[in-house]
Nanobody
Framework: QVQLVESGGGLVQPGGSLRLSCAASGTMFSIKTMGWYRQDPRKERELVAEITSGGSTNYADSVKGRFTISRDNAKNTVYLQMNSLKPEDTAVYYC????????????WGQGTQVTVSS
């Protein structure tokens, strides 16, 4: 029923910026946590950033000071502002919503490619 639709990926030069967005296409209640993950084919999926319903945030050490996660609760949307991008940020980025009602579940976006290259 509910799908997460993400957008904003693309090709950017080192030092550039991108803004990712992810929104639920259907009705979703009790979203506890919104997060962003990324995965390179050579590596396991890793947490990039997350934000709770109360606004608390957590970032991977590799992106602290460069990335900012935010959410618009009225729109059921999460954003990831990525600044000072580096080639090692290249990956497929996935958004994730953790819900607590009616059933605790994880929902995943389809993934969007971010490529940082000159």
């Amino acid at each position: 029923q509910v799908q997460l639709v993400e957008s904003g990926g693309g090709l950017v030069q080192p030092g550039g910026s991108l803004r990712l967005s992810c929104a639920a296409s259907g009705t979703m209640f009790s979203i506890k946590t919104m997060g962003w993950y990324r995965q390179d084919p050579r590596k396991e999926r890793e947490l990039v950033a997350e934000i709770t319903s109360g606004g608390s945030t957590n970032y991977a050490d590799s992106v602290k000071g460069r990335f900012t996660i935010s959410r618009d609760n009225a729109k059921n949307t999460v954003y990831l502002q990525m600044n000072s991008l580096k080639p090692e940020d290249t990956a497929v980025y996935y958004c994730n919503f953790l819900t607590g009602w009616p059933l605790e579940s994880n929902y995943w976006g389809q993934g969007t490619q971010v490529t940082v290259s000159s």
